[in-house]
């Protein structure tokens, strides 16, 4: 049945479908918001790259001190190791 995948002629159905589902005013807004989302995306993936490549940035100690570990709640550990 779907043997031959998607042909042209199914993707015109699906587009006259979301016009009709959505509406030509709302189609250009969507396509402004996609295109925003991903520009920002593409700068967070380059920001991240950058970081990851760059290694610590200037000022920042190589390896940062160890955590105390996690503390609960209720304030911290007795002194015998006990939680309160």
């Known amino acids: 049945m ?10 015109l159905i699906v587009a006259i479908v979301v016009i009709v589902l959505f509406g030509s005013k709302k189609l250009p807004d969507t396509a402004r ?5 991903m520009r920002i995306l593409k700068s967070e993936a380059k920001a991240l790259k950058e970081e990851g490549a760059g290694g610590p940035a200037a000022g920042e100690p190589d ?5 105390a570990g996690p503390v609960s709640p209720s304030g911290p550990a007795a002194s015998d190791g006990r939680a309160r």
């Open 33 to 37: 918001s996609l295109g925003r989302s």
């Open 2 to 11: 779907l043997r031959n995948g998607l042909e042209p002629w199914h993707l």
């Open 63 to 67: 390896d940062p001190a160890p955590s």
